[in-house]
């Protein structure tokens, strides 16, 4: 029983001890148990709160962002219509200039015969001219000119006499 002593002693000292620290203890644990709590019931109600602001932010953000996919789209297809409203524009001021350059290339080409056609004619009247010159000096004979000037003036003589 020797042992048994040994251990009793030391086991009431260390019942006194945990009954002593309780007494003590226990206002002080029982408020920091009740402040641990309300330390925790205000974190999940503070978190339910910010869980909330960011879902309504979340829901603000994707309602935004729809919005915008939708701006983009509108904002592309008028770019779309106004690109081919360009293309129609600038096709058509092309065509008209296409046929303004062919209409004035075929009046410019039509003064250039017609100037040819002119230079020709003067050409071959100049040729003729002189080849009758030179028919008319080798079978032209002194008595034929005569006749010719008689002619000639006895048309200016009666030129003269019925133009009064």
Known sequence: ??????????LVNLLVLIGLMFFL???SVSENLQQRKKDIEENLKQSEELRMQAETRLSEVETKLHMLEKEV???????KLEG?????TIVARATTQAAQIIENAQRAAEREK????????KQLLSKAIEKSKVELKKTFTEQDHKQFVDHFV??????QHGSR
């Open 1 to 10: 029983m020797h042992g048994l002593e040994t251990l009793i002693a030391p």
């Open 25 to 27: 203890m226990r206002k």
């Open 73 to 79: 789209e509108e904002i592309f297809q008028r770019a």
């Open 84 to 88: 081919e409203k360009q293309k129609q």
């Open 114 to 121: 017609q100037f040819a056609s002119r230079e020709l004619q």
């Open 154 to 159: 006895s048309n200016i003589e009666e030129y």
